[in-house]
């Protein structure tokens, strides 16, 4: 089977830098995406990282250690904007190709 | 607005009942996927298919089925309906499987269930 750990919430500041950790266990293992869903929206698409290292797009950056089966999304220069749920997922080669998700991180944005 | 469509936005029914829910993929995409997401279990991959075929299953129960149509448009249908099955319900598309050259899907604005 599969499993993913993230943390439940993250507090964090406007302007401040916040990390959201992602350890998977698969059978199978093809990248890791992070998606973001804002309360009551449908996810979307952040990055993926499918080798080891690190992804940049404009504030968000996301790592891979394939090694450690671990990775990361960085969120800098927080805006309040960014409060939103944050999932990872990994692909999972089973004879078929499907994203299973993380329960997610809530990120909560104060002033 | 990533393209993808997805009716009625909101649903109330009665145990037992059976639903229709339906997605149109964006302009061109033929992978189309379905996810439930409900408050305790996260989001959960239910079934995709690609360009009218089923490709993959995931933890889809039997009183569940799904299509894709020729025109590329997507039925979800519930059927016995039980309070548990109450949740929000995502279609996702994305051009091609994933990892034949890409890894995002587009997700729509989902449809709201709520089972009495």
């Known amino acids: 089977g599969q499993s993913l750990e993230q943390p439940s919430e993250v507090t964090a500041v406007e302007g401040a830098i916040v990390q959201i950790n992602c350890t998977y266990q698969?059978?199978?293992?093809?990248?890791l995406s992070w998606y973001q869903q804002h309360d009551g929206g449908a996810p979307t698409f952040l990055s993926y990282?499918?080798?080891?290292g690190l992804e940049e797009t404009g504030r968000f950056s996301s790592f891979l250690s394939r090694s450690d089966s671990y990775g990361y999304l960085l969120l800098q220069e927080l805006q309040m904007k960014d409060s939103a749920s944050y999932f990872c997922?990994?692909?999972?080669?089973?004879?078929?190709?499907?994203?299973?998700f993380g329960t997610g991180t809530r990120l909560l944005v104060s002033p | 607005d990533s393209g993808v469509t997805q009716t009625p936005k909101h649903l109330i029914t009665a145990t037992g009942q059976r639903v229709t829910l339906r997605c149109s993929p964006r302009?061109?995409?033929?992978?189309v996927y379905w996810y439930q997401q409900s408050l305790d279990q996260g989001l959960q991959f239910l079934i995709q298919?690609?360009?009218?075929?089923?490709?993959a299953k995931g933890n889809i129960l039997e009183r569940f089925s799904a299509q894709q149509f020729p025109d590329l448009h997507s039925e979800l249908n519930l059927s016995s309906l039980e309070l548990g099955d109450s949740a929000l319900y995502f279609c996702?598309?994305?051009?091609?499987?994933?990892?034949?050259?890409?890894?995002?899907?587009?997700f729509g604005p989902g449809t709201r269930l709520l089972v009495l």
């Open positions: 990282n499918g080798l080891d």
């Open positions: 698969t059978s199978g293992f093809y990248g």
């Open positions: 997922a990994v692909r999972d080669y089973t004879g078929f190709q499907k994203l299973v």
């Open positions: 302009s061109g995409d033929l992978s």
């Open positions: 996702a598309s994305s051009p091609a499987p994933l990892g034949a050259g890409q890894e995002t899907q587009y």
């Open positions: 298919y690609y360009n009218g075929e089923e490709r």
